[in-house]
């Protein structure tokens, strides 16, 4: 059957389902044509946030080896805004990176007053990560987040607040009459439980309520505009941006960044320019006259163009360059697709499940490790062994399951615009629970605290020396250079039992604070859709419970304005961060999500007598192990009243999370104010840098910067699916982060004399990678690898650099060259 290939030759779908799809999306958006009166306001927006691509350490893994060094494909900050013509509106921000933080939440918000006023404030304005472990860390303000990157990278962070502010313009000056779709189906096949040890210590009554021990649904809202049609999507589904390795150097959006390049490029490609053939690409569609022209003309024109010594040029000329910039339309509404973040805390995508990489058998099934080591445990994704493939694979099958939703969404979104939001101070936050036998306990939360097991890492990208998940002792040496930085008290130790402290975060304050303890939680409203804005990583189960808390306030107390009918979404990772959120149960176990839970464990605040304590804990304890203890079936006592009790009598974090939404949920459907709360601190003014700024760049005495070191061999003729590579003489790429451009260009002739752009370093077939031939030495390279998409015309190409120097003095200097030229036949 004949194939469409997507642009780098990964995506192949029969020409009929295309069509088909095409079909579905002209029938339900009349593209070009008018709509019924609309309820919303819509415009969306799209910015580059790709950070510095050399010596930044990558945000996620914590492995102070994974330094950038290039890039795999670009960052970007996608947006959302949804308005009543004349009442409420809200924003909606998705990151191409590991997750928002506050400092980049307090910033933006401090634009955007500057420049609207009161409209968009942290009411209604979301921030979200997609939690990919391959872009640029040092953008969060709190001490534990930064330690890998030698603090703070104001690089990393200023393009990443500059692009949520372009993209939030951007929507807010597209913003237009439309409607909004919503449709919902399962991805059976992009995500497995990376901690299923834990899951299973769910109670089985609650388990049994469920098909799978991972969410498998994506739910998508899909936006037409009245005049354009369709403009853009957003979903949420819960799987680990976590498809490249701890190892990779190359900036990534992984998976979800993966996906969203996929379908925007396919609408593009398939339904702005409404195309079904193979044979041209979008992007040259009339670049060649005819594609089989004779491959020894072809040659002969190649030949004619040898490489072009590295010569000055402007930052435009880099910007001007860019495909995409190249296909937009003066008047029609930008395209925006993006894939979000969901309760992804033990989701992993790495689907063929974690092996030992000395022995090739499945890792220890409680503490993930290999002979008592967790460092040779690692998961293994579909395409294993290669992360990009594995990456490819698992954003094509979310990508697919979009475009399947998009095409047939039909559920209208109708209903006001709301939203409802409130700082929490979660060391000291009070929590009702019910008592077994009837009435309530008031209890307190502590501060956060990280375990042993976290320092374990997780199967996606295991720690080092002897720490192991599952461990609820803790080791004797470590303990020791613990208490170096900060010995946690014992009404400290006690709280966080059955976890052993590694870093008692929450009580470190030296030179600032090491963790957050004032937390956003928000919940937004578009119709029949509701976002739960956490700021953290909920694990499957966690995340259950908190959607069905939700759902029950909105349905019974809706006064019809809810039914079942409502669809209820977790946005994870959104406005800060604090790590993960389990279930009690799983809290047991001990494994990475709960060690990396920064808050909160709990102490009974009124004094009871030891023999009540006892009762309560010991009937807890019997509806625990009945599978019947539910969300609050466990009693929490001070740890010097549980005597001879087993140490998993303590609580989680997860009520109180239940307990602040549900108070949320209710204020949303009432129409009441809800408290402002303690605002978090502002650090950036004690921010600190260990990071090396560039100094000088360099040259041998017998080049250029942009001169070609390495070239395509002569005469060369490649077939789709071949690899070219081809070296330059370059800078460090932190001189200029070349946002909404490129550093890496593929050129295809254009009627025998005119050199037009094809591929770019934000596709999926291109690699940009960077390198020294040395640690310290001014000297650098740029290597540029394009696998020719089975997309590809015939044609003549060539592969261009764009880069900026830096000299002694501090000035910038642009520059280009390009590759001698070679046949694609």
Request: net charge neutral; glycine share 8%.
């Amino acid at each position: 059957m004949k194939m469409l290939s997507h642009c780098c030759g990964h995506l192949q779908w029969p020409v009929a389902t295309i069509w088909f799809s095409i079909f579905l999306l002209l029938s339900t958006q009349n593209f070009g044509g008018s709509f019924s009166a609309s309820a919303y306001l819509i415009g969306l927006g799209s910015y580059d946030i790709t950070g510095p691509a050399a010596d930044v350490n990558m945000m996620g893994y914590a492995n102070s080896e994974q330094v950038t060094s290039g890039i795999h494909f670009r960052l970007r900050a996608r947006t959302f805004i949804v308005a009543e013509p004349q009442g409420n509106r809200l924003v909606f921000v998705n990151l191409d990176a590991c997750m928002a933080s506050q400092i980049l939440t307090i910033k933006v918000l401090e634009r955007l007053k500057a420049r609207y006023g009161d409209l968009y404030t942290e009411q209604n304005v979301a921030i979200s990560g997609i939690h990919t472990h391959a872009g640029p860390g040092g953008y969060l303000q709190y001490v534990v987040y930064i330690v890998t990157s030698l603090g703070f990278v104001r690089q990393s962070f200023d393009v990443i607040v500059d692009g949520i502010e372009k993209s939030i313009i951007q929507a807010h000056e597209n913003l237009r009459p439309g409607s909004i779709y919503v449709n919902k189906g399962e991805i059976l096949d992009a995500g497995v439980n990376r901690s299923p040890s834990s899951y299973l210590n769910n109670p089985a009554a609650e388990r049994s309520k469920y098909k799978y021990d991972v969410d498998k649904e994506m739910t998508l809202i899909k936006f037409v505009d009245n005049e354009w049609g369709g403009i853009g999507s957003f979903n949420w589904f819960a799987t680990h941006g976590t498809s490249m390795s701890r190892t990779n150097s190359l900036i990534s959006g992984d998976n979800k960044g993966g996906a969203a390049r996929f379908m925007e490029d396919w609408f593009k490609q398939n339904v702005s320019n409404r195309s079904g053939t193979d044979r041209i690409p979008r992007r040259v569609s009339s670049i060649i006259p005819d594609p089989q022209e004779n491959r020894t003309e072809l040659m002969k024109l190649a030949a004619s163009f040898k490489p072009l010594h590295g010569q000055p040029a402007t930052r435009y000329m880099s910007v001007a360059s860019r495909v995409r910039t190249s296909l937009e339309q003066a008047k029609k509404p930008q395209f925006v697709s993006a894939f979000c973040q969901s309760n992804c805390g033990d989701v992993s995508p790495n689907t063929l499940g974690a092996f030992c990489t000395d022995s090739g058998l499945p890792c220890d099934f409680n503490h993930s490790t290999c002979n008592g080591k967790n460092e040779l445990c690692y998961g293994r994704g579909p395409g294993y062994p290669d992360e990009f493939e594995s990456t490819r694979i698992i954003g094509e099958k979310q990508f697919r399951k979009a475009v399947e939703l998009f095409s047939k969404a039909t559920e209208q979104l109708k209903g006001k615009v709301g939203y409802r939001h409130t700082y929490i101070d979660f060391s000291k936050i009070e929590v009702s629970l019910p008592n077994v036998g009837g009435g309530t306990e008031v209890v307190k939360t502590c501060p956060a605290a990280m375990g042993f097991a976290f320092a374990a890492g997780t199967t996606d990208g295991p720690g080092a020396f002897d720490f192991k998940q599952g461990d609820d002792q803790g080791n004797p040496f470590w303990k020791l250079v613990r208490n170096v930085l900060k010995t946690p008290d014992q009404e400290q130790v006690n709280c966080q039992r059955p976890k052993p402290i590694l870093l008692d975060t929450g009580e470190m304050k030296v030179p600032y604070d090491w963790a957050p303890s004032i937390l956003p939680v928000q919940i937004l409203q578009i119709g029949q859709l509701v976002i739960l804005c956490v700021p953290g990583e909920f694990t499957t189960m966690a995340g259950r419970r908190l959607r069905d808390a939700v759902k029950s306030v909105l349905i019974s107390g809706g006064r019809e304005k809810f039914n079942s009918n409502v669809h209820i979404v977790i946005a994870g990772l959104t406005n800060t961060y604090s790590q993960y959120v389990t279930t009690f149960e799983e809290y047991q176990v001990q494994r990475y999500e709960v060690c990396a839970l920064s808050h909160f464990t709990w102490y009974v605040m009124d004094p009871i007598s030891s023999r009540g304590t006892h009762a309560r804990a010991k009937r807890a304890k019997r509806e625990f192990n009945m599978g019947t203890g539910g969300l609050f079936a466990l009693a929490c006592v001070p740890l010097d009243d549980i005597g001879e009790l087993p140490p998993f009598m303590v609580p989680h974090t997860l009520s109180a999370y239940i307990q602040e939404f549900k108070k949320l949920a209710a204020a949303l459907i009432s129409g009441q104010a809800v408290e402002p709360g303690p605002q978090p601190p502002d650090l950036l003014n004690k921010q600190i840098s260990l990071l090396t700024p560039v100094v000088v760049d360099a040259t041998p005495g017998n080049a250029n910067f942009g001169d070609v070191k390495t070239d395509v061999p002569p005469n060369s003729t490649l077939k789709r699916g071949d690899m070219v590579t081809v070296t330059f003489w370059s800078a460090c790429p932190r001189n200029d982060l070349m946002t909404e451009g490129t550093f890496a260009l593929v050129e295809i002739l254009q009627n025998k004399k005119t050199w037009v752009p094809a591929y770019d370093d934000d596709d999926f077939c291109i690699r940009f990678k960077w390198s020294r031939p040395a640690k310290l030495s001014p000297q650098s390279f740029a290597t540029i690898e394009w696998r020719i998409p089975e997309s590809a015309v015939s044609g003549v190409y060539r592969i261009t650099h764009f880069g900026a120097s830096k000299s002694l003095l501090g000035s910038i200097h642009y520059f280009t060259g390009s590759s001698s030229a070679f046949v694609v036949g």
